[in-house]
Each structure stands twice: as structure tokens, then as C-alpha cells.
């Protein structure tokens, strides 16, 4: 009887429970919903983001003959925002030809990426940021970075490059052994040629997310053309008539891409202004006899902070300008000001504040948290700053003041703060915030093209200023490798 009883409550139990799992079974869990989808071409890579309500669930495949790049997006429904991603492939693109999205299965959708050649992808998620929610990134590079091997050739040099192109004569460069003299100019500008189509890819790629985002850099030029683009601008190595080296200065357009920075009031991007006062100041200094300027971007598209250090570093600049441009919550803060790091806290709470915004540029931009850059970190691990922070003021003095002479100051000195940007250990690095978005006037300021160039003046003139007093002498670079 008693085991009767038993193997009746244990009936009951089961039935109970085979009803509980069953009604959790059937109730519907909500998919995940992709809210957005955006593709970022540049000649440095490509980056399409897909946003949605929920972390992304994902999983990658590259196929070979021709190169695609298989995504399973996984507990989504197929809806029209994804679907967009297909109209959204520019022609120009430099890696990508098409994107075909369908349903792979129910709740799963499969984004086909048809790649132009062989390229290097990297794919990641990122948290909610800024106005962003989730996002899944994929990342495709050129599977080598033609300005790096450029660089690289540099510092073993052949003994002769023939710099004969088009069938023109004669002329033939010894580039120099020594370091001394930046003996390359690699202009991010002259970036244009793209990935033949008819290229036959080779080998196979493999998702390498570290690899992929470390190598991050340029073009996808075949080598050859970008030699040949390199060569005419390696620069006269003879000192010219003052006795002087060539300097080099590298200005960093701040934000980018999925990056906007600072929103004005009417709607101008901080990553616009930027990028169109650094494109100016760059033409400005390039018409300096014994000066040329490179940009550590030329588009909009998203470098994160310690790729623009890197990048002024390999091509040995003698300075860093970063171009920003101020926000704030009060429409009344008005006025530039100049930043150069600081290794012992921030000089005041604003200098602090800002320096934590600009710093979240690398995760609202989006930087992949498995790549860390162990050379940075060594860098700034073993080596004092304090020597070049002393040119960073001296520079940032000598910038403030003429800017001072064309709009108001928001600070009068130059204030520190730990802005990522600025960390070359051995390149004087300024941040000029060179007026408040967020400030109706200054906003129409900064559209101002006759504004952009007074500003562009004042900042060249204060880099001669600064050389005036702290003459460009040989770099002793820090060894990068
Ligand atoms: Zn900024």
C-alpha cells in the first residue's frame, strides 16, 4: 500500500514538473532585436557595427575561392534594419564587393560578406557606449599593412630605390642609413588605389582579431604603388638654407567614424570640424619649406587612441597636435584651450573631466578589449615623460597664446590631464580643444571656413614660435621594436 502511495506521488510530481518546463518551453523568449547596422569604408580598413537591444550572439567563418566572410547572427529575427546592410556597401569600398543577409535558420540570420581579395578579419562585441547599445563589429583589414612594411623597409633600407615612374627618367634616391632624417614621407593622403578585383586571393584567412586590429594602418595599395607614391616623397635630405633638418609634424583629427565626438546644437559633428581644421593646418604646414604634416586619419573612419600614438611614432614626428573641439553641458562655456599630459593627476577638475570624455573616444569608437598594446604599455611603463612634457607646456604656450589672439580663452594657461592621445613618451603632444560645439556661437565659428584658417594660422604660428626657442635638433628615438 505504502508503495503504492509512493509511486502515485511520484506520478504526480513528474507531472507537475514535465508541466512547469513545458509551460516555460512554450513561452516565447524575446530574440534579441538589431536596432541599427552601420559600414565604415576606409582605405585602412573597413568596420561594419550592427546594434542591437541585447548582447550579440555570433559566430564567423571565412571562406575561400572567392573570399567571403560567413556571420551567423544568431536569436535575431530577420528585419528590415538588418536587411539594409546590403544597400548599405559602397562601390568604393576597398575590400568589400556585396553583402548578401538571409535566413540561415529560424532566429538565425547569415550575413555573407563578399570580399574584393584577400583580407584579414576581426570581429568582436562591444557593451552599450555613449548613445550606442550593444553592437557586434566586424573589422576587415588588408592582410598586410602597406604603410608598416613601407616603414619597416625603412629601417633595413636597400641601398637604391629608382624612383622612375611612368617611364619618365632618371633619377635615382639613396635613401640614408641613418634615422636621423625622416627619409620617407608617407602621406595618408595620397592613399587611393584599391584592391585590383581581378586579384586572384591566396591564402587562406583565419580570424585573428589581435593580429588583425595591431596591424590596423593605410591602404589597401598594392605595395608596388605605394612605393612608387612614397618615393616621390622622399624628401630632399639636403639640409636646407638655414642648416635645418625637415620637421615633421603629425596631427591627429580627433574621433572618427563610429566616434562622433561632440554634437553642436545644429547638428555639426566634432569629427567633422576636426578632420576639416586638420586637412587645412596639414596644406599649411606642407607649404613650410623645412616642415610637412601627416594626418593619423584622412576620413571618417575610427583609429583608436593608442594606433594614433603609434602612428606618430613610426613616422618619427617631432610633434602631435590633436584637434578637438569642447562640450558642455552649459551653452555658455565658450572659448579654446590647449592640454599637454600630465603624469601626476589632472591640473583641475574640468582638465580632468575633459580628459576622461576624450578617453572614452576608444569605447564609443569601439576597440576590441582583447587587444591590448603591450608596446604602449611598455613604453609608458619605462619610460619618464617628464622631459617632453616640458616641451608639451612649451609648445602649448607658445599655440595658446597666438590662438588667443583669435577667439576668446577658455583657460589662459595650459592645463594637464592623462588624455591617452598624448602619451608619446619622445613626441612633445598637444590636445587643442579649439572651440565649444557646444556653444551656438562658437559652433557657427567653427563652420566658418575664414574661421578655420585664422586658427589654422595661429596654431602653425605658434609651432614656429616653439621652434624659434627649441630648435628641431637629430631625434634619439625610443626604439620601437
Ligand atoms: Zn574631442
Not at 84 to 91: D, G
Not at 165 to 192: C, G, I, M, R, W
Not at 346 to 351: D, L, R
Request: proline share 6%; with cysteine.
Amino acid at each position: 500500500m505504502s508503495n503504492y502511495l509512493i509511486k502515485y506521488c511520484f506520478s504526480i510530481l513528474m507531472c507537475f514538473t514535465f508541466s512547469v518546463v513545458g509551460l516555460m518551453l512554450s513561452t516565447p523568449v524575446q530574440a534579441n532585436t538589431v536596432t541599427a547596422v552601420r559600414i565604415w569604408p576606409a582605405d585602412i580598413y573597413t568596420r561594419i557595427t550592427i546594434e542591437a537591444e541585447k548582447p550579440i550572439l555570433y559566430k564567423m567563418t571565412t571562406l575561400k575561392d572567392p573570399e567571403r566572410v560567413v556571420v551567423d547572427v544568431e536569436d535575431v529575427d530577420l528585419n528590415v534594419v538588418i536587411k539594409a546592410l546590403s544597400e548599405k556597401v559602397s562601390e568604393s569600398d576597398p575590400y568589400i564587393s556585396k553583402i548578401r543577409v538571409a535566413n540561415f535558420k529560424p532566429k538565425v540570420v547569415r550575413l555573407v560578406v563578399d570580399l574584393k581579395g584577400e583580407a584579414k578579419p576581426a570581429i568582436f562585441t562591444l557593451p552599450p557606449a555613449g548613445d550606442y547599445k550593444h553592437r557586434l563589429v566586424l573589422d576587415i583589414y588588408p592582410t598586410k599593412d602597406p604603410l608598416m612594411a613601407m616603414l619597416d623597409e625603412r629601417d633595413n633600407p636597400p641601398q637604391t630605390v629608382d624612383v622612375t615612374a611612368n617611364n619618365k627618367s632618371t633619377q635615382v634616391v639613396t635613401l640614408p642609413q641613418s634615422t636621423d632624417v625622416p627619409s620617407v614621407t608617407v602621406d595618408s593622403n595620397v592613399a587611393a588605389v584599391k584592391i585590383d578585383e581581378g586579384a586572384k586571393p591566396a591564402n587562406t584567412t583565419t580570424t585573428n582579431s589581435v593580429n588583425a586590429v595591431e596591424t590596423t594602418s593605410q591602404t589597401s595599395q598594392t605595395s608596388a604603388t605605394l612605393q612608387a607614391e612614397v618615393s616621390k616623397e622622399v624628401p630632399d635630405n639636403k639640409p636646407s638654407s638655414k642648416g635645418l633638418r625637415q620637421i615633421t609634424i603629425a596631427i591627429d583629427p580627433g574621433h572618427g567614424g563610429e566616434d562622433p565626438g561632440a554634437i553642436g546644437a545644429t547638428g555639426s559633428r566634432e569629427k567633422e570640424i576636426t578632420l576639416l581644421i586638420a586637412k587645412k593646418l596639414k596644406a599649411k604646414i606642407d607649404e613650410e619649406p623645412n616642415m610637412r604634416a601627416l594626418l593619423t586619419r584622412d576620413g571618417d573612419y575610427f583609429i583608436p587612441l593608442h594606433m594614433r600614438v603609434l602612428k606618430a611614432r613610426k613616422l618619427q614626428a617631432d610633434l602631435f597636435i590633436s584637434i578637438h573641439a569642447d562640450a558642455f553641458t552649459n551653452p555658455a562655456a565658450r572659448g579654446s584651450s590647449v592640454f599637454a599630459l600630465s603624469e601626476k593627476g589632472a591640473t583641475s577638475a574640468s582638465a580632468r573631466y575633459l580628459a576622461n570624455k576624450e578617453n572614452q573616444s576608444d569605447l564609443i569608437g569601439g576597440v576590441s578589449l582583447n587587444v591590448k598594446d603591450p608596446l604602449l604599455a611598455r613604453t609608458l611603463l619605462d619610460l619618464s615623460q617628464t622631459a617632453t612634457i616640458n616641451d608639451s607646456l612649451k609648445l602649448g604656450k607658445a599655440v595658446l597664446g597666438n590662438i588667443g589672439e583669435i577667439n576668446k580663452l577658455h583657460k589662459n594657461h595650459v592645463e594637464q590631464a592623462g588624455f591617452a592621445v598624448l602619451k608619446s613618451p619622445d613626441i612633445p603632444s598637444i590636445l587643442v580643444e579649439t572651440a565649444f560645439i557646444s556653444n551656438p556661437d562658437e559652433e557657427r565659428r567653427l563652420n566658418d571656413s575664414a574661421y578655420q584658417d585664422k586658427l589654422v594660422l595661429s596654431i602653425l604660428t605658434g609651432i614656429k614660435k616653439y621652434f624659434s626657442t627649441n630648435p628641431a635638433l637629430a631625434k634619439t628615438k625610443v626604439a620601437l621594436d
